[in-house]
């Protein structure tokens, strides 16, 4: 489980931010979807919850665990939201058996919103791994609202995806021309085909006269073949700085001989990795 005590984490929050309303008509329809088994029920209070439950951004999270509550913050949370995967999580722990379909279902009924909420706050599900079709399925949409809940500052394609599934993400993220640099766990995922294919990429952009995010070659690092390494030497001529600072990082955290003696004449850019002033994180910063 990714957090500890989520459904403990999210009772709170729930206790903190319901007036007593919306509270009792949240876990009465909790309860009676429950003893019902209803996936009508269950469906209807996901929607409902929109129209029962004001909507909050800034609610009260100050009891929660820190690394969860820096999860919600970063996904810019909303209390409607944490209802909904409170609902969801309820009925899990009530009847997994019986609602893990119904669960995963939920993506054929949900409109934008609910769609976006359900892949952004999916890791906070039980046996999350269950539900990894959906989010796979989300790949191939079209909205980019819906496909960034997926791909940026979420855990979960990184834990559940397969190389050929968490690839395709990052890849679709830059043919999109979205923020690469808000995947998760991009150095933890790499891997040599993903290298290849950026390599190939790259080279098809330049053909083209077009330019390249610099947060695309992150990847690359443990995996510099004899033509990435001319990828390399490529960046680290350019007039565009950030490009030769992404070379750089990729030549110093490879394992590759010829890209360290590559990196080696470029000693200003090695200081500023040692000295931390360099960075993925601040690759684009001034």
């Not at 706050?121 to 079209?142: C, G, H, Q, S, W």
């Not at 500052?153 to 021309?177: C, E, H, R, S, V």
Request: proline share 2%.
């Amino acid at each position: 489980m990714y957090f500890k005590e989520t459904g403990i984490q999210l009772s709170k929050i729930i206790e903190s931010n319901l007036d007593t309303v919306a509270k009792y008509w949240l876990v009465e329809k909790i309860d009676a979807t429950i003893q019902s088994k209803s996936t009508k029920d269950l469906y209807l209070t996901y929607s409902l919850i929109a129209s029962k439950i004001a909507l909050d951004n800034d609610f009260d999270i100050s009891e929660v665990a820190d690394d969860l509550k820096e999860y919600i913050q970063t996904q810019n949370g909303n209390i409607q939201q944490i209802a909904r995967m409170y609902l969801l999580r309820k009925v899990l722990e009530a009847d997994e058996d019986f609602f893990s379909k119904k669960v995963a279902n939920i993506i054929e009924v949900a409109d934008t919103g609910e769609l976006e909420a359900f892949l952004k706050f999916l890791i906070l599900l039980p046996n999350a791994e269950k539900y990894k079709m959906v989010a796979v399925d989300a790949l191939r949409t079209n909205i980019s609202t819906v496909f960034n809940a997926l791909a940026y500052n979420n855990p979960y394609p990184g834990i559940n995806f397969d190389n050929q599934q968490w690839n395709q993400m990052f890849l679709k993220t830059a043919f999109m021309q979205g923020d690469l640099s808000a995947i998760s766990d991009i150095d933890k995922r790499a891997n040599k085909d993903l290298a290849r294919i950026i390599s190939d990429y790259a080279h098809e952009r330049w053909a083209a006269g077009r330019d390249i995010d610099p947060d695309f070659w992150r990847p690359v690092a443990k995996f510099i073949s004899t033509e990435l390494l001319e990828d390399m030497a490529r960046l680290l001529k350019s007039e565009n700085t950030i490009e030769n600072r992404a070379g750089a990082l990729c030549c110093y955290y490879s394992e590759n001989k010829d890209a360290k003696k590559l990196l080696n004449e470029h000693p200003k850019l090695i200081q500023q990795i040692e000295n931390t002033t360099l960075s993925w994180e601040t690759l684009k910063k001034e």
